[in-house]
C-alpha cells in the first residue's frame, strides 16, 4: 500500500481525455480519493455519444455479441445494408483483421470465459450504479420499470434458451412469458404477433442520458474538477511527469486517463499500445409517441433494437453498423428501425421526429479495456464498452481510481488488460 499513501501525501494532478459519462464517472471518482482531476475533450458535441444512447443500464446484456455459430448468420446479416449487423462495403478491407479476432472469441475455447467476465463486470456495476446514485443525488434520474424481452416467433424464443439459461447462472433475475396476456400485463398495445417474452424486473433505465451527464458533470464542476475544450494529439513522458500534447500547447500531470470513446485507439497508439479498436455506429430517432404508454424498456430480439422513454418522449434505435469514424451517416437505418417500431406498435403516432447516430467504441471480445497501459503505468484505459458505456460507467470509474491508488480489483483485471490483444496473445 505504499503507493497509496505516497499518492494521498500530496495532491496529484490527473487529465482525464474524454468528457462523456465515463470519463465523468471517472473523474468523480478520482476526486472523491482527493486527486486534483481536469477533463479535456476536443468539443462539447462529443459527448453526445453519451447523451443520445437508449439510456439503459442493461446489468442483464452479459452474452457477448461474438456468440458461438454467429459466423454462420452474419452472411446473411452482412449482405443486408439496412439489417441489424452490417459492414460498409468501403470499411470491408479495413476491418477485417477485427473481424478476425471478433470470429476467434466466438470459439467455444475463448467464449464461457469472456461471458464470466462481462457478468462480473455487469455484477459490479450493479452495486457502483446504487453507490453513484445514491452520493450524486441520481436516484430521481432513475426509471426502475424493468426490460421485456420479444420474441417473434415460439422457434426463436426457445433459439434463446441460452440466453436466459446464462442469465440464471449468473444471478439475473427474470419471467418467461408464453402468452399475449402475460406480456399485455406488463406492456399493452404491442402488435398480437408477439405471444413470447422474457422480463427482467431488476432492469434499470434513467430519464434522460442528457440530463443524468449533466448532473454528474454539475457534481464534478461543484467538487472543484474543471472541463476544457482541448484536443489531445498524443502522450509523452519524463522521469516522473505525463504530457499531453494537444493543438493549443501541452499540459502536464502525474496520470492520464484515456476515456475518449472512439478516438481512442490513436492516443493509446502513441504510448505503443495497439489495441483492435472499433466503431459501431448507432443509429435512433426520438420522437413524441402520441397517446402510446410505453411502461417498461422493450427489447426486439429478433431485429436487433431497442424502444424506450427519454423525458416524455420515446427513443427508438440499435442495430450495428461497422464504418469507422469518417463515413457520413445512412439515416435510412434509422427509418427502418422507426417503420418496424410503428409494425410492432401499433397505436404509436410518432410527432417531431429527430434523427441521430452515434459512435460505439467496440473491442472484438465485447469486453472494455480498463487499466493501466502495458508500456507506461501512469496512462490507464477506460473505453472500448461498445453499447454498454452507460451501463458500464460507474464501474468503470471505480476500477480506474483502484488501478491509480494500485489497490487489488474486486474482479479479475486480466480479461480487460489491454495486454490481451498483444502478438503472443491467442485472441
Given at each position: 500500500?505504499?503507493?497509496?499513501?505516497?499518492?494521498?501525501?500530496?495532491?496529484?494532478?490527473?487529465?482525464?481525455?474524454?468528457?462523456?459519462?465515463?470519463?465523468?464517472?471517472?473523474?468523480?471518482?478520482?476526486?472523491?480519493?482527493?486527486?486534483?482531476?481536469?477533463?479535456?475533450?476536443?468539443?462539447?458535441?462529443?459527448?453526445?455519444?453519451?447523451?443520445?444512447?437508449?439510456?439503459?443500464?442493461?446489468?442483464?446484456?452479459?452474452?457477448?455479441?461474438?456468440?458461438?455459430?454467429?459466423?454462420?448468420?452474419?452472411?446473411?446479416?452482412?449482405?443486408?445494408?439496412?439489417?441489424?449487423?452490417?459492414?460498409?462495403?468501403?470499411?470491408?478491407?479495413?476491418?477485417?483483421?477485427?473481424?478476425?479476432?471478433?470470429?476467434?472469441?466466438?470459439?467455444?475455447?475463448?467464449?464461457?470465459?469472456?461471458?464470466?467476465?462481462?457478468?462480473?463486470?455487469?455484477?459490479?456495476?450493479?452495486?457502483?450504479?446504487?453507490?453513484?446514485?445514491?452520493?450524486?443525488?441520481?436516484?430521481?434520474?432513475?426509471?426502475?420499470?424493468?426490460?421485456?424481452?420479444?420474441?417473434?416467433?415460439?422457434?426463436?424464443?426457445?433459439?434463446?434458451?441460452?440466453?436466459?439459461?446464462?442469465?440464471?447462472?449468473?444471478?439475473?433475475?427474470?419471467?418467461?412469458?408464453?402468452?399475449?396476456?402475460?406480456?399485455?400485463?406488463?406492456?399493452?398495445?404491442?402488435?398480437?404477433?408477439?405471444?413470447?417474452?422474457?422480463?427482467?424486473?431488476?432492469?434499470?433505465?434513467?430519464?434522460?442520458?442528457?440530463?443524468?451527464?449533466?448532473?454528474?458533470?454539475?457534481?464534478?464542476?461543484?467538487?472543484?474538477?474543471?472541463?476544457?475544450?482541448?484536443?489531445?494529439?498524443?502522450?509523452?513522458?519524463?522521469?516522473?511527469?505525463?504530457?499531453?500534447?494537444?493543438?493549443?500547447?501541452?499540459?502536464?500531470?502525474?496520470?492520464?486517463?484515456?476515456?475518449?470513446?472512439?478516438?481512442?485507439?490513436?492516443?493509446?497508439?502513441?504510448?505503443?499500445?495497439?489495441?483492435?479498436?472499433?466503431?459501431?455506429?448507432?443509429?435512433?430517432?426520438?420522437?413524441?409517441?402520441?397517446?402510446?404508454?410505453?411502461?417498461?424498456?422493450?427489447?426486439?430480439?429478433?431485429?436487433?433494437?431497442?424502444?424506450?422513454?427519454?423525458?416524455?418522449?420515446?427513443?427508438?434505435?440499435?442495430?450495428?453498423?461497422?464504418?469507422?469514424?469518417?463515413?457520413?451517416?445512412?439515416?435510412?437505418?434509422?427509418?427502418?428501425?422507426?417503420?418496424?417500431?410503428?409494425?410492432?406498435?401499433?397505436?404509436?403516432?410518432?410527432?417531431?421526429?429527430?434523427?441521430?447516430?452515434?459512435?460505439?467504441?467496440?473491442?472484438?471480445?465485447?469486453?472494455?479495456?480498463?487499466?493501466?497501459?502495458?508500456?507506461?503505468?501512469?496512462?490507464?484505459?477506460?473505453?472500448?464498452?461498445?453499447?454498454?458505456?452507460?451501463?458500464?460507467?460507474?464501474a468503470t470509474a471505480e476500477l480506474v481510481r483502484d488501478t491509480i491508488l494500485g489497490k487489488p480489483w474486486p474482479i479479475s483485471s486480466a480479461p480487460f488488460s489491454a495486454a490481451r490483444f498483444t502478438r503472443l496473445s491467442s485472441i
Open positions: 500500500m505504499r503507493l497509496l499513501a505516497d499518492l494521498m501525501s500530496s495532491k496529484q494532478n490527473i487529465i482525464v481525455i474524454g468528457s462523456g459519462v465515463i470519463g465523468i464517472s471517472v473523474g468523480i471518482a478520482l476526486q472523491e480519493v482527493g486527486f486534483q482531476v481536469r477533463i479535456i475533450d476536443e468539443q462539447e458535441a462529443s459527448q453526445k455519444a453519451s447523451e443520445g444512447n437508449a439510456g439503459a443500464f442493461a446489468f442483464a446484456d452479459i452474452v457477448p455479441l461474438a456468440t458461438p455459430g454467429i459466423i454462420r448468420a452474419a452472411p446473411r446479416w452482412l449482405l443486408d445494408p439496412l439489417g441489424p449487423l452490417s459492414i460498409r462495403l468501403s470499411y470491408a478491407f479495413s476491418i477485417a483483421p477485427w473481424l478476425m479476432k471478433f470470429w476467434r472469441a466466438s470459439w467455444s475455447d475463448k467464449f464461457p470465459a469472456l461471458m464470466e467476465a462481462q457478468a462480473e463486470l455487469m455484477a459490479l456495476s450493479r452495486s457502483a450504479l446504487e453507490r453513484q446514485a445514491a452520493l450524486h443525488r441520481g436516484e430521481a434520474l432513475l426509471r426502475r420499470e424493468g426490460q421485456l424481452r420479444l420474441y417473434d416467433t415460439e422457434s426463436n424464443f426457445l433459439e434463446s434458451a441460452s440466453y436466459w439459461s446464462a442469465c440464471k447462472e449468473f444471478g439475473i433475475g427474470y419471467t418467461l412469458l408464453t402468452s399475449r396476456h402475460e406480456i399485455n400485463e406488463i406492456q399493452p398495445g404491442l402488435h398480437n404477433r408477439f405471444e413470447h417474452a422474457g422480463y427482467t424486473p431488476d432492469w434499470v433505465n434513467v430519464c434522460d442520458p442528457k440530463l443524468w451527464l449533466r448532473n454528474l458533470n454539475d457534481r464534478f464542476l461543484s467538487g472543484g474538477g474543471f472541463v476544457e475544450q482541448r484536443r489531445a494529439r498524443s502522450l509523452s513522458f519524463s522521469s516522473n511527469k505525463v504530457t499531453v500534447q494537444c493543438d493549443d500547447g501541452d499540459l502536464y500531470c502525474d496520470f492520464v486517463v484515456v476515456a475518449a470513446g472512439a478516438w481512442s485507439k490513436s492516443l493509446a497508439q502513441t504510448v505503443g499500445d495497439y489495441i483492435p479498436l472499433e466503431t459501431e455506429r448507432g443509429y435512433n430517432t426520438t420522437f413524441d409517441p402520441g397517446e402510446f404508454d410505453l411502461r417498461t424498456h422493450l427489447t426486439f430480439a429478433d431485429h436487433g433494437f431497442v424502444v424506450s422513454r427519454v423525458g416524455k418522449s420515446m427513443r427508438v434505435g440499435g442495430a450495428v453498423e461497422l464504418g469507422g469514424l469518417e463515413a457520413p451517416p445512412n439515416f435510412e437505418r434509422s427509418r427502418i428501425l422507426l417503420s418496424k417500431a410503428k409494425q410492432f406498435l401499433p397505436s404509436i403516432d410518432p410527432i417531431g421526429c429527430e434523427e441521430w447516430m452515434g459512435f460505439r467504441p467496440s473491442m472484438p471480445d465485447s469486453l472494455p479495456v480498463i487499466g493501466a497501459s502495458r508500456k507506461q503505468p501512469k496512462v490507464v484505459y477506460a473505453f472500448g464498452h461498445g453499447h454498454l458505456g452507460l451501463t458500464q460507467s460507474a
